[in-house]
């Protein structure tokens, strides 16, 4: 694809060469992303980051990584804080959004609302997530992580075997997570849910289209067993019609150091699109893995903005430009210590 000026909707815009571009350029951020280096090749660029659902990592980790690029931020963190409380259309406040910003991230809750969105922007515009559909930077970082987590094992991406746990009918970056990984081959997945919440079967039939290997399982023992990695999701409670419906689920698979120990192969990278829910009755992914150096989802989050960083620098044509606007880094930096074992 041709990165410049171009929207990211949905990871259905890639070949595996984009990503692989992307991926390039993600790793020669990282000095920047760990303040060794600064860059001003942003400088005087504004980004829009309207977010209308809540989000900690995705916003946040955008906002950083255009600041890191030199650039500023202005944001929106809820539909009551906007205009749109007031009944204004998609269609105007991308049109008038376009005219304060040079890109604009945009998470809201309606399947389709950042294509439509995007449609009357005028500049270019990330899907930071709409609803339940797309979470296209997620599973670009995701993916990211599995392959520097396989790397280290001396692996690579083809011929994958993942497990993706929890509510994989609502969660949308395992939508497109599934359909980044299914660019590489012979990827073999294990597809753990409630019978209810089932991954949708678009998306298993376009995995079993290209020769991968997909089976559905319901219970948890059963779904972990002989996978490099296991990719757990909380239940997405924000999407059912009522809370007691979503309350059958809470709970119903949980990872934690004895299922892990009893069922998974050594080594078996653990991860999670984040947040968790570390409330008692849910823990899908229980802290006392913290300690488990397997467990990737903080390398994951730190992954996200090298990733974010790629997409600013790739849509606005300035990849080739980061360096040549580098300079050191003058301030107290604290030794932070690598999310690593
Ligand atoms: N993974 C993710 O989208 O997290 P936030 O909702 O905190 O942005």
Not at 9 to 21: I, N
Not at 202 to 220: Q, R
Request: charged share 25%; hydrophobic share 40%.
């Amino acid at each position: 694809m041709i990165f410049k000026g171009s929207h990211i909707l949905s990871t259905d815009q890639f070949e595996r060469a984009d990503v692989e571009r992307i991926f390039e350029v993600a790793a020669e951020m990282r000095p920047y992303a760990q303040r060794k280096r600064i860059t001003r090749v942003l400088s005087g660029a504004i980004l829009g980051n309207m977010f209308f659902e809540p989000s900690t990592r995705t916003r946040i980790s955008f906002g950083c990584a255009f600041n890191l690029l030199g650039g500023e931020v202005r944001e929106t963190t809820e539909v009551k804080a906007s205009s749109l409380a007031k009944g204004e259309s998609l269609h105007d406040t991308a049109r008038v959004l376009s005219g304060y910003s040079d890109i604009i991230v945009m998470r809201h809750p309606e399947v389709g609302s950042v294509a439509e969105f995007a449609e009357a922007s005028r500049v270019p515009v990330i899907n930071g997530g709409d609803g339940p559909n797309e979470h296209p930077s997620q599973a670009l970082l995701d993916l990211y992580t599995v392959k520097q987590e396989m790397s280290a094992r001396g692996r690579d991406i083809d011929g994958l075997r993942i497990a993706l746990i929890g509510d994989l009918k609502n969660g949308r970056a395992v939508h497109s997570l599934c359909k980044l990984l299914g660019l590489f081959s012979g990827v073999q997945f294990k597809l753990v849910s409630p019978p209810q919440l089932e991954a949708p079967m678009a998306i298993v039939s376009e995995l079993l289209g290209k020769g991968h290997k997909v089976e559905v399982c319901h219970e948890l023992e059963e779904g972990i067993h002989h996978v490099d990695i296991l990719y757990v999701t909380r239940t997405q409670e924000e999407r059912f019609e009522s809370q007691e419906e979503a309350d059958q689920y809470r709970g119903l698979f949980r990872v934690n150091q004895s299922i892990y120990t009893e069922h998974c192969e050594p080594n078996t990278v653990i991860m999670h699109p984040l947040p968790r829910d570390s409330r008692s009755a849910a823990k899908e992914l229980d802290d006392d893995l913290n300690q488990n150096p397997n467990l990737a989802i903080f390398r994951q989050t730190d992954n996200g903005v090298l990733v974010r960083m790629a997409l600013f620098a790739l849509i606005l044509d300035v990849a080739e430009e980061v360096h040549n606007h580098a300079q050191p880094v003058t301030w107290y930096t604290a030794k932070r210590k690598p999310n690593l074992p």
